[in-house]
Nanobody
Framework: VQLQASGGGLVQAGGSLRLSCAGS????????MAWFRQAPGKEREFVAA????????LQASSVKGRFTISRDNAKNTVYLQMSSLKPEDTAVYYC????????????????WGQGTQVTVSS
């Protein structure tokens, strides 16, 4: 399984971006999908997760109310809609997939995308 993340870029504080993560196989539509991020000099952290049918989502407290995770299984794609962006959201964002898993821990996810850079200027 390969995951391709895209949609990152430079945005001003208060702006919005939508990240996409496309899976290479149809089986991804049955996986829990998640987004993580890693800021310079910091450990990678959980951002959001969505179960296989989109009926269940989980967000980190730092992004709750600003970021929304969704998926389109017909396209094998998961999205992260980011609004009210802050400079502290600057990071490389990674998507991840885990068969029949659920949670925030990195070890739950078997497949990882290459990351996309999000930079929020003040």
């Amino acid at each position: 399984v390969q995951l391709q993340a895209s949609g990152g870029g430079l945005v001003q504080a208060g702006g919005s971006l939508r990240l996409s993560c496309a899976g290479s196989e149809r089986t991804v539509s049955t996986y829990t999908m998640a987004w993580f991020r890693q800021a310079p000099g910091k450990e990678r952290e959980f951002v959001a997760a969505i179960n296989w049918d989109g009926g269940r989502t989980l967000q980190a407290s730092s992004v709750k109310g600003r970021f929304t995770i969704s998926r389109d299984n017909a396209k094998n794609t998961v999205y992260l809609q980011m609004s009210s962006l802050k400079p502290e959201d600057t990071a490389v964002y990674y998507c991840a997939a885990g068969p029949r898993r659920w949670g925030e821990r990195e070890s739950l996810y078997d497949y990882w995308g290459q990351g996309t850079q999000v930079t929020v200027s003040s």
